[in-house]
């Protein structure tokens, strides 16, 4: 989130068009057909496949029409007096928000894996951050258990995840053995 990187080139080959797009953490290639993202979330991987996919097509004879050149802004800066570490974490905690809100996550297991993570050491001072996680974690398991209730095949990927086992009941169990959890 610190730095945003933009870039954007259109190509034409006869009535054909192609525009090839950086931003985001994706580098996309629009055409007539459709479109193509490839989501990479590192500047210079995305960079390397960006200047990879022109050179293919100029390769394949597609012509250069339009070129917005890499435009490079800079991201927020961290306020004065804040923590480096509760800076970071309001970054991903608002980075997680945001995915959420736009529905960027592929699956519901990448949301609640990212939300429990997150809220594992909150700062202090980010109850509300806090609460909208949770919030948004509540939101995402209540939608798996109900996807899992529907379908088998579900169910068996969101094992774990809908209720995960409590490593310290597991721990306690293991050294009273003989005792029943009944």
């Given at each position: 989130m ?11 080959k ?6 090839i797009?950086?931003?985001k ?11 193509m ?14 200047d990879?996919?022109l050179?293919?097509?100029?390769r394949?004879g ?13 991201g927020?800066?961290?306020p ?12 991903d905690?608002d ?7 736009d529905?960027d ?6 949301i609640?894996?990212?939300?429990r993570s ?7 001072g ?8 949770e919030?948004?974690l509540?939101t ?9 209730a529907?379908?088998?095949a ?7 995840l ?9 721990a306690?169990?293991r ?8």
């Open positions: 610190a730095t945003q990187r933009t870039r954007k080139v259109t190509l034409r006869g009535r054909k068009q192609i525009e797009a950086l931003g953490g994706h580098v996309w290639e629009i055409h007539d057909g459709g479109s993202g490839h989501p990479l979330y590192n500047a210079r991987e995305e960079l390397a496949l960006f990879k996919l050179r293919a097509r100029r394949e597609y012509r250069l029409i339009d070129d917005t050149g890499l435009v490079t802004k800079a927020p800066k961290k004065a007096g804040m923590n480096a570490r509760t800076w970071r974490w309001v970054q905690a980075q997680i928000l945001q995915m959420f809100r529905d996550y592929d699956n519901h297991k990448d609640i894996l990212d939300a997150t809220l594992k050491s909150p700062p202090a980010q109850a509300a951050r806090v609460e909208k996680l919030k948004m509540a995402a398991t209540r939608e798996l258990r109900e996807l899992a529907a379908d088998p579900v169910a068996d990927y969101a094992k774990g809908i209720e995960p086992l409590r490593k310290k009941t597991v306690r169990e050294r009273r053995p003989g005792r029943s959890a009944v």
